[in-house]
């Protein structure tokens, strides 16, 4: 079972914050995590050193993610790989996100990107050239 949290709930620092301050968790992935704005995060049953597992998302794409315990996080990741178009993850948890259905588009030493099956972003339609763009060019 997993649970949700955003940064505008009472108890938000209470669960993420062991996680945005360890050092262990930033040796392991490579990463840093932070609280921004829009982001939503899954994580497991635990808290605190024990929580399981930890993937945030903002717009479709995966920011974070940690691993602990592999076989709750591939029951979270089953579940939620269709609100996931794509994301940069750290490679050593290869394994996991290959088993919950993810496509791996590129991996290197640290990070990898991962594709889901969540709705790709609109490209953004191009500028409007004004009068004053086009004199000035």
């Known amino acids: ?10 108890d938000f620092y209470g669960i993420m914050g062991p996680i945005f301050g360890s050092r262990k968790i930033q040796r392991l992935t490579t990463d840093r995590f932070y609280d921004d704005e829009g982001k ?3 994580y497991g049953d635990r808290e605190g050193d024990d929580i399981g597992y930890v993937f945030s998302i903002k717009d479709g794409i995966l920011k974070n993610a940690f691993i602990q315990d592999e076989h709750d ?3 979270c990741l089953m579940d939620i790989i269709m ?6 993850i750290p ?10 259905g993810f496509d791996i588009m590129d991996a290197g030493k640290n990070y990898m990107t991962v594709k ?12 409007k050239r004004t009068k004053k763009s086009d004199e000035e060019g």
């Open 1 to 10: 079972m997993w649970k949700t949290t955003d940064r505008s709930k009472a």
């Open 40 to 42: 939503t995060w899954y």
């Open 73 to 75: 996080a591939l029951n």
């Open 83 to 88: 609100e996931i178009s794509t994301g940069k």
């Open 91 to 100: 490679v050593c948890y290869r394994s996991v996100f290959e088993r919950a």
């Open 116 to 127: 889901g099956w969540g709705p790709e972003k609109p490209a953004e339609k191009p500028k």
